[in-house]
């Protein structure tokens, strides 16, 4: 318990923590917008509408509200956390007793507390694009359809379990949240490494976080051009319909940022991670260049923390450095025999 709090005790990580929600928090509308655009191509009856895209962006606005609540309220009341995954991976809280255990435990309380308000916003963005979803198949336009979703979100947050918006609409709602959060239950493969670790507890010294890391990135790679070949979007373009548009979407989405940073890295206002050769390195820091950063002025400021957006940054920084190499030494051997074993470095 003192071991992991210890991790989170910095303020600089509390706030990587915070600041990466609300990218992720902020991004997300944007996301669905390019779903909507996606529908209005493919022209599909069912498919994700600019409507509902903008009810996604009042549910998030709502959401925000409420989450600052709920996240105040969680880390004044920890036993008010109902959702058991969260960035904690502890089976056994509340370790060591008395005030000072509540103490040592402050950096976990407040990790969690952050999370419940990000949760909270993104199931309340959830709950308004499906209302807007249903008071569309219900054929209501303008006025009448905001009306609609009005009248079902607050008959879903009379009672939830019984949602007038769909079966299953408030677990699928929570998904989203831990979603969002990175805070998904983990496959069969990721339980096992928990579980060997629940079972060995030393080795939780080498591998602190399982589920935190490998949902980011999952999360990124879903957003990467490759991300085609997960098994969510499989999934989801199986079924068609607005759930096709929304992983299309995320996929345009990610991939059109990353096409924006690699122009940007191009021009030098964004960095990769730079020569692999430790005296090329070393010449290019003493210049104030930086790894994983942007370039704002003559100063240069990390974002590889602030995941999952880091990921995508840094991979399309990378690939351009890469890109820039194979150029140039095309350029000055006309046979093209690159360095190979630099290249793999680099890779």
Known sequence: EIWINSLLSSPSTQLVNFLS???????????FYTSALVGAIRRDPERLTFSEANSRLVGTIAGTIEGLKAGS?????????????????????KSIPGLFGEVVRAPGRLLVATDTGFKTAAYRQEIYGLAMRKAKQEGLKGNQAWQRVSQLVKEHSDNPLQSPIGKDVNLKAMDVGRYQTFTRELGETGKNVQSFINRNPYWRFLLPFVRTPVNIVKYAGERTPLG??????????AKGGAERDEVLGRL?????VMTTVG?????????????????ERRALMATGWRPYSLKIGD???????FEPVGILFGIAADMQEIGDYVFNESEKNKENELELDKLASML
């Open 21 to 31: 929600g609300v990218l992720t928090a902020a991004l997300r509308p944007a996301e």
């Open 73 to 93: 309220k969680a880390f004044v009341k920890p036993e008010s956390v109902v959702d058991s995954m969260t960035k904690l991976e502890l089976n056994k809280q």
């Open 228 to 237: 085609f070949m997960s098994k969510e979007f499989k999934e989801k373009l």
């Open 252 to 256: 345009l989405f990610g991939s059109s």
């Open 263 to 279: 122009i940007l890295a191009g021009g030098g206002y964004i960095t990769g991670a730079g020569p692999t050769n430790a005296n």
């Open 299 to 305: 100063a240069y400021y990390s974002y590889n923390r």
